[in-house]
């Protein structure tokens, strides 16, 4: 055997052992909803039981036009929560006024929001979802504020704000 394919072997058996090593963070990602009956929801249902747009945005990934929220004006002590399901997803704390025109926070309860990496604008960009009915939220970037210099900025019409 030439020095070269046990070059080429040794990186094959390199490749395998990192795909090996990355199934056991896949395997943490646990998923606590996924008996949950808000999985079982039909489509029609759920344009049913939503508004219009909120079930555009929730279940279809609309996004709404920025500056349109009557949450950005919201800063009460409470939660919001997903229009959805109502599963809670973030703390009036954490908000902050992004200047985007949606609402924005620096950080969301714990183990309440699944990620998924979204190509639609042709650069990845990391989406969020609500982790109990799995509604489409919004996007995730790294240019927020402190302690955590993250920004959840959210579509308003994917959340209800629940008074303290
Ligand atoms: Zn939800």
Redesign the pocket.
Known sequence: MSTASLDRRRFLMGSALAAAALAPGLALAADPYAAST?RKISDGDWKQRLPAFSYEV?RHEATERPGTSPLLGEHRKGTF???????P?FKSDWKFESGTGWPSFYTAIKGALAKKTDLAIGIPRTEY???????H?GHVFDDGPQPTGLRYCNNGVALRFVPA
């Open positions: 808000w929730l929560v997903c229009l959805g399901c109502g599963l997803l979802h609500c982790a109990q009915c799995l509604g939220q």
